[in-house]
Each structure stands twice: as C-alpha cells, then as structure tokens.
Nanobody, 121 residues
Framework: QVQLVESGGGLVQAGGSLRLSCAASGSIFRINAMGWYRQAPGKRRELVAT???????NYADSVKGRFTISRDNAKNTVYLQMDSLKPEDTAVYYCNADLSTWAVAGSRDYWGQGTQVTVSS
C-alpha cells in the first residue's frame, strides 16, 4: 500500500523558516501531482500549494512570495520551503498525492499523517 510520510515540522518564531518534506512509498505507478494542505484548530483544511510532476506550481494567496513548493520526481518527494512564517501559519500540515498504483486502475488521492507547524509571536 501507499504511504506518505512528512517530516520537518516544529516550533519556530515569527519570521523564521521551516522546510517540510514528504516522501511517497509503496506500489506506485505514477504520481500526477503532490501538494500541501493545512488545518488549524477549529478551521477547515485548506490548500497551501501543489506541484505537478512537470513542475507546474500553484499557491494559496496567503502564502505566495513566502512559501515554495518543489518536487524530486526520482525520489517521489515533495518539499515545502516556508519563509517569513507568521503565527497564522500555525496548523497541521498534510501532504497529498494524486497517484496511481500497480494494483488499481486510475488515480486517487493519498494523505500523509500530518506534521505540526507552530509559529510563535
């Protein structure tokens, strides 16, 4: 089965930086896109950034200019470089992948377990 494992979360002060990583493993045939979502306490999960295998990226307006998403297709890994962090960035960050496997036709979404990012003021 497919697993997405995130790393890199933690506690930082406002203005600081973190780099999140997410590695996909398992019986993967093709990853079409990977991305990051986040969910703060009492809030709905929201899109942060996405990246296709070809390098096309998309960002939420709230993080444009501060966050950078990138892919290493050979390693089935996606990164999120977060700079100029703000307290409102505090949330659990979830890795997402739209991928197909050898076992099942078509593609579907898979989710990581989440990693906590806390930004203090």
């Amino acid at each position: 089965q497919v697993q997405l494992v995130e790393s890199g979360g933690g506690l930082v002060q406002a203005g600081g930086s973190l780099r999140l990583s997410c590695a996909a493993s398992g019986s993967i045939f093709r990853i079409n896109a990977m991305g990051w979502y986040r969910q703060a306490p009492g809030k709905r999960r929201e899109l942060v950034a996405t990246a296709t295998s070809g390098g096309t990226t998309n960002y939420a307006d709230s993080v444009k200019g501060r966050f950078t998403i990138s892919r290493d297709n050979a390693k089935n890994t996606v990164y999120l470089q977060m700079d100029s962090l703000k307290p409102e960035d505090t949330a659990v960050y979830y890795c997402n992948a739209d991928l197909s496997t050898w076992a099942v036709a078509g593609s579907r979404d898979y989710w990581g377990q989440g990693t906590q990012v806390t930004v203090s003021s």
